[in-house]
């Protein structure tokens, strides 16, 4: 899912988005109800009439927002003690404005509501990594308490909800998230509290902990995952979706994804470069641009620079699920898989 945080796929308008073939995109809860607001939001009727969006969209709960951006904040010292736990929910403050607002779980399912989002995250407690056992025991437990009550609040069928899995990297909390989640019966389940800086292995082991506990018939979705070898990793422990500003945001910075690993479109070596950044991409960037022509635009800071490495990012993601679908649905994903390294490493391994 690429990621639309403020109502937009940044540096891409709607039909290029388009041109990617995504499937879906993700919106953010937090931030779309600190800006435009829900009033705006509702006044439209909700986000995909206010973006002009048919496809299906995600929202997630703003939880994982609530606690990364104050923890953001705290650290440039700015100011302290910017989230407050209570059982009831939590207190935060606006990274915008510094105002004072108090999500709890009924609250973020009636935003989303008003959202109109297809698939809709329940608030839960993220903690960072790394946590203690007692941190991390009390998190799941909050947010098995919290999924209850966004399960009485959501008024109606139209929409999905998921529920999380916590529990940090500790196996034991893991199961007991994931068996005590999908005793609740919800459209899907998400892995959540994974890709907060613990080493990939870890997330890769408790990935593969909880996936085994989760219904086979329902979707899989592990937030906020990640490079294309992290995605290739967690759909062989059996995850269906992801989400991630990885695409986007790396081509705003000039780092390109391709077949043969990533490159830097800035670098001098590209500059009489007159091969697409991908071949084996169809995208639009790649059917009709150069790599000496995109490296120019970045070195010249034109903007249509981003908007060409992200029509790239986006394709080259989407076309990498479209690979792996193909792969899974002929039997075939470990010969994808090692086909995939071999072509990924090639550039690493250049001299
Ligand atoms: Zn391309």
Known sequence: MPVGTQGTVKAVTKDQLLSTKPQIILGNTY???LRPGIEVLEYFGGLHS???WELPILTDSGGFQVFS?????SREGKHKAEVILTEEGVKFKSHLDGSWHFFTPELVVHIQEIIGSDIMMPLDVCPPYPVSHTTARDAVEKTLRWLERSKKAKKNDRQALFGIVQGSVYPDLRKESALRTVEMDMDGYSIGGLSVGEPAQLMYEMTEVVVPLLPENKPRYLMGVGTPENIVESVDRGVDMFDCVMPTRNARNGTLFTTYGRLNIKAAKHRFSDIPVD????????????R???????N???ITGMTLATIHNLRYYSRLMEDIRHAIGEGRFKEFKKEFYEK?????NQP
């Not at 000496?292 to 970045?298: A, D, P, V």
């Open 31 to 33: 931030h779309l109800y």
């Open 50 to 52: 206010f973006m002009n």
């Open 69 to 73: 951006l104050a923890k953001e904040r």
């Open 279 to 290: 071949e084996e991409c169809d995208c639009y960037t790649c059917r009709n641009f150069s």
């Open 292 to 298: 000496g022509y995109l490296r120019h635009l970045f």
């Open 300 to 302: 010249a800071g034109e």
């Open 344 to 348: 990924y490493n090639s550039l690493k």
